[in-house]
C-alpha cells in the first residue's frame, strides 16, 4: 500500500510525483480540507511544461 499526495485540477487528479498504478489496481482517495498555495500551483504548472517539452 501506498500514499500519494497530489491536487485536484478541477477535472482530474494529479500526483505530485510519478507513480505506477496497474490497470484494474483499487484505489482509495481522500479529499482533504487542504489548498496548495498560489506559488506551489505555479512552481507544478511549470515542471509539468517541462516535463512535456522532454517528451
Same mark, same amino acid.
Given at each position: 500500500?501506498?500514499?500519494?499526495?497530489?491536487?485536484?485540477?478541477? /477535472?482530474?487528479?494529479?500526483?505530485?510525483?510519478?507513480?505506477?498504478?496497474?490497470?484494474?489496481?483499487?484505489?482509495?482517495?481522500?479529499?482533504?480540507?487542504?489548498?496548495?498555495?498560489?506559488? /506551489?500551483? /505555479?512552481?507544478?504548472?511549470?515542471?509539468?511544461? /517541462?516535463?512535456?517539452?522532454?517528451?
Amino acid at each position: 500500500m501506498a500514499t500519494i499526495e497530489g491536487y485536484f485540477d478541477g /477535472k482530474t487528479f494529479v500526483p505530485l510525483e510519478p507513480f505506477s498504478v496497474r490497470q484494474n489496481q483499487k484505489v482509495q482517495i481522500t479529499v482533504l480540507d487542504d489548498f496548495l498555495t498560489e506559488e /506551489k500551483q /505555479k512552481q507544478l504548472e511549470q515542471m509539468r511544461s /517541462k516535463n512535456k517539452g522532454n517528451k
